[in-house]
């Protein structure tokens, strides 16, 4: 998701990209996790405006970021996972941006009054498909997603199980493909289908709807304020998908003319084009609230929570090994404890190469 924020605002504006290179993405400052980022700032030739981070993997969440005196913006999104987690470390950042309205109005509730939406996008290049509505298709129904052997995903695997009784489902892994690769099995699909783990708006239907297929997807709070049922796409309640899809097989035409309004809709509502217009709208907005003293100074302690508490709920060992580096004893019982927290953090790295479970985000105990 940064990397195709960062594509359509460098048309607009200058960026600067810091973090792990990952498949086909590079930064410009490949820094790995768990360096900071106040040493490169020193050295770059212009101060940033705005520091701009996203909730993703492989993550580059700044150990230093708590103390870096720049307007701060944070892209979230799996908070309908991770909610509690998020809101928390929320907290150090002037702006948040949800990816639907009733996460933001939740997130207010939480005390992050600094919260907005901006709804996913799609990328064109990866995704627009020029509408053909008689192309032959290999399969009566396609999904493109994780079908992972973890509790989270025990509903999606039951319900594609069910279908699969009684339909032709092609199922992807989507980490198996890469680029536009996931596009072009989408134009093989008759219908595509779309599953929430967890009541939440996801990445794959402004996609699907912009590679032009008509989309199955269940009906999940906020989904009505972006998009229209019958119009852009097809809802289903989990007690109705089979009649739902019967009803669509059997009628071709209806899902093919649903299929080409609702790629027509993304296309002028929902790329990152539009979005990076909207988002920078928000960042020169924060900037000028920023320079004008508009943003409220926060607690110390209560950001050094919010840090360690990002790196805690991502990788333990990195929440530990950030605890060690930032905590100061003041007094010998501290130092003892403190001599403790690092013979557990060396243990578990251990531990972690040994039994190759991830403690530390490079999965190497480094």
């Not at 999940?220 to 899809?245: A, M």
């Not at 609702?262 to 539009?274: A, E, I, P």
């Not at 020169?284 to 990002?310: R, T, V």
């Amino acid at each position: 998701m940064g990397a195709f924020y960062n594509k359509a605002l460098t048309k607009l504006t200058s960026t600067t990209t810091v973090g792990p290179d990952f498949s086909e993405t590079t930064s410009d400052f490949p820094l790995s996790p768990g360096e900071p980022l106040k040493p490169l700032i020193e050295k770059l030739e212009r101060k940033p405006d705005v520091i701009l981070c996203f909730y993703s993997k492989p993550d580059y969440f700044p150990p230093d970021l708590w103390e870096i005196n720049i307007p701060k913006i944070w892209y979230v999104y799996d908070t309908h996972l991770h909610f509690d987690e998020l809101s928390t470390t929320a907290y150090l950042f002037d702006l948040v941006i949800c990816t639907d309205e009733p996460t933001k109005e939740k997130m207010i509730h939480a005390g992050i009054e600094n919260a907005t939406s901006l709804g996913f996008a799609a990328d064109k290049d990866f995704y627009y498909r020029e509408y053909q509505a008689n192309k032959p298709r290999k399969y009566q129904i396609g999904f493109a997603g994780n079908l992972a052997n973890i509790p989270q995903f025990q509903t999606r695997r039951a319900l594609i199980r069910q279908l699969q009784k009684k339909y032709d489902v092609k199922v992807i892994e989507h980490h198996t493909f890469s680029g536009a690769a996931v596009g072009d099995f989408y134009q093989d699909c008759q219908l595509v289908l779309n599953h929430a783990i967890k009541d939440d708006l996801n990445m794959r239907v402004p996609e699907v709807l912009l590679s032009g297929r008509p989309l199955v997807t269940p009906n999940v709070t906020g989904i009505e304020l972006q998009y229209k049922d019958s119009e852009h796409l097809f809802i289903y309640e989990n007690n109705n998908i089979e009649e739902l899809i019967d009803r669509l097989l059997a009628a071709p035409d209806q899902a093919e003319l649903v299929a080409q309004q609702g790629q027509n809709w993304v296309l002028n509502n929902h790329t990152y084009d539009q979005r990076a217009q909207d988002l920078l709208e928000k960042i020169n907005d924060l900037i000028l609230k920023f320079k004008a003293g508009q943003i409220p100074h926060k607690n110390k302690q209560l950001k050094q929570f919010a840090q360690f508490n990002y790196h805690r709920f991502r990788y333990i060992g990195d929440g530990l090994t950030w605890l060690n580096h930032h905590w100061e004893p003041k007094n010998a019982p501290e130092k003892a404890l403190k001599l403790i927290l690092k013979a557990f953090i060396l243990s578990l790295k251990v531990i972690s190469k040994a039994s190759k479970r991830p403690y530390f985000q490079d999965n190497k105990g480094n």
